[in-house]
């Protein structure tokens, strides 16, 4: 891709949003029916390819057995309010009903209470006690502490996340996490991100994580490109990892997934999201949207009770619907935010593909300048 000249000692890719993207039909349209929208990484089968956002206005044990009941898959966040606090209920509550100043001060002082290791094994037993997959999420940083924790509760998917993750830290401190090492000892499944390009993306799927995150906190809630000015629109980051799978795969045989993460609001992006390379998507905002959510109208990021550099805001959302209203319908609304599976059974079926995978062959137009 050409560089564009920002002035006579820089350049730069242009680069695209999923809104500034459309999906371009094909010739052959299909029956909903012959339609499969399941996705499946390494042993683990979903009915649909949608994962949960790792943050606590969005997963909970409750609402983590709720989406396993629905389809797909909720990651608790494993140093969250879930594990922190023995009962939070009561915590929740209060950060749905106060001021969003109050609020954000309370998110804070919750997230600074220090992490009960026992609490990690005991959520992913209560939510595997429901019969359906689990995963959590860790930062780079207590992946060696919490990881043996979340295993010895035969947790399926283990997801190690930060806004930038790469596989090669380095730092004068001591010795950081070596992903590869790590992953490579795991009989568990790990899932790693975010990252934003090619290179980053190669390298992370060279560690062998069975996926990677695409994304850089950017989503809704996230204000990572206003702190650090660090930002990647997603329709060109998901493209960029897109190759660096099909790299990968030349190289290993193995396929590794490209899971899009942020800025998804609706089925709409969704769909885009999976055109441009991406299995699955991690969705937060609409899922946090729904009125059986852990925080009911309310919304914010992992970063936001960062002590010393938040990189997220906590915000009000309108509930639009249950959780399972807003995955599978009926639609209460026209735009796109509710029946999102439905959305994008329908728009794979209008151009004519039977799976994920047939669909990221789709093509697409770029609509804004």
Request: contains cysteine; charged residues 20%.
């Given at each position: 891709?050409?560089?564009?000249?920002?002035?006579?000692?820089?350049?730069?890719?242009?680069a695209?949003?999923?809104d500034?993207?459309?999906?371009?039909?094909?010739?052959?349209?299909?029956?909903?029916?012959?339609?499969?929208?399941?996705?499946q990484?390494d042993?683990y089968?979903f009915?649909?390819p949608?994962?949960?956002?790792?943050?606590?206005?969005?997963?909970s044990?409750a609402?983590?057995?709720?989406m396993?009941?629905?389809?797909g898959?909720?990651?608790?966040?494993?140093?969250?309010?879930?594990?922190?606090?023995?009962?939070?209920?009561a915590?929740l509550?209060?950060l749905?009903?106060?001021r969003?100043?109050?609020?954000?001060?309370?998110?804070?002082?919750l997230?600074?209470?220090?992490?009960?290791?026992?609490?990690?094994?005991?959520?992913?037993?209560?939510?595997?006690?429901?019969?359906?997959?689990?995963a959590?999420r860790v930062?780079?940083?207590?992946?060696?502490?919490?990881?043996?924790?979340a295993?010895?509760?035969?947790?399926?998917?283990l997801?190690?996340?930060?806004?930038i993750?790469s596989?090669e830290?380095?730092?004068?401190?001591?010795d950081?996490?070596?992903l590869?090492?790590?992953?490579?000892?795991?009989?568990?499944?790990?899932?790693?991100?975010?990252?934003?390009?090619?290179?980053?993306?190669l390298?992370l799927?060279r560690t062998?994580a069975?996926?990677?995150?695409v994304g850089?906190?950017?989503?809704?809630?996230?204000?990572?490109?206003?702190?650090?000015g660090?930002d990647?629109?997603?329709?060109?980051?998901i493209?960029?990892?897109?190759?660096?799978r099909?790299?990968?795969?030349?190289?290993?045989?193995?396929?590794?997934h490209v899971?899009?993460d942020?800025?998804?609001?609706?089925?709409?992006?969704?769909?885009?999201a999976?055109?441009?390379?991406?299995?699955?998507?991690?969705?937060g905002?609409?899922?946090?949207?729904?009125?059986?959510?852990?925080c009911?109208?309310?919304?914010w990021?992992?970063?936001?009770g960062?002590?010393?550099?938040?990189?997220?805001?906590i915000?009000?959302?309108?509930p639009?619907?249950?959780l399972a209203?807003?995955?599978?319908?009926?639609a209460?609304g026209?735009?796109g935010?509710?029946?999102?599976?439905?959305?994008?059974?329908?728009?794979?079926?209008?151009?004519?593909?039977?799976?994920?995978?047939?669909?990221?062959?789709?093509?697409?137009?770029?609509v804004?300048?």
């Amino acid at each position: 891709m050409a560089e564009v000249e920002i002035g006579l000692g820089k350049s730069g890719r242009r680069a695209y949003r999923l809104d500034e993207i459309a999906i371009i039909p094909s010739r052959r349209t299909r029956d909903l029916e012959d339609v499969d929208i399941s996705w499946q990484i390494d042993a683990y089968r979903f009915d649909v390819p949608v994962l949960a956002a790792s943050t606590d206005s969005v997963t909970s044990p409750a609402t983590a057995v709720r989406m396993g009941e629905l389809g797909g898959v909720g990651v608790l966040d494993l140093e969250g309010i879930w594990t922190r606090c023995t009962d939070p209920a009561a915590d929740l509550a209060e950060l749905a009903a106060a001021r969003l100043d109050a609020a954000l001060a309370r998110l804070r002082e919750l997230y600074s209470r220090p992490v009960q290791p026992e609490l990690v094994a005991e959520r992913i037993a209560e939510v595997a006690a429901a019969g359906v997959r689990t995963a959590g999420r860790v930062r780079p940083q207590r992946a060696e502490e919490l990881a043996p924790h979340a295993i010895a509760a035969d947790i399926n998917l283990l997801v190690i996340s930060g806004t930038i993750v790469s596989a090669e830290h380095v730092s004068s401190a001591g010795d950081p996490l070596n992903l590869k090492t790590f992953i490579r000892r795991m009989q568990t499944p790990v899932i790693v991100g975010g990252c934003v390009s090619y290179q980053a993306a190669l390298h992370l799927m060279r560690t062998g994580a069975a996926g990677v995150l695409v994304g850089a906190g950017s989503g809704h809630v996230g204000t990572t490109r206003h702190v650090l000015g660090l930002d990647a629109p997603q329709a060109t980051a998901i493209a960029d990892a897109r190759a660096a799978r099909m790299r990968h795969l030349d190289e290993t045989g193995v396929y590794c997934h490209v899971i899009a993460d942020g800025t998804m609001s609706t089925a709409g992006d969704i769909a885009k999201a999976i055109v441009c390379g991406a299995d699955a998507a991690m969705v937060g905002l609409p899922l946090a949207s729904a009125s059986d959510s852990p925080c009911p109208g309310r919304h914010w990021d992992l970063s936001a009770g960062h002590p010393t550099l938040p990189r997220g805001r906590i915000m009000d959302v309108e509930p639009r619907g249950t959780l399972a209203e807003i995955l599978h319908g009926p639609a209460l609304g026209p735009d796109g935010t509710t029946n999102m599976m439905g959305g994008l059974r329908t728009s794979m079926a209008k151009c004519g593909y039977t799976d994920v995978k047939d669909f990221q062959r789709a093509a697409v137009a770029i609509v804004s300048p």
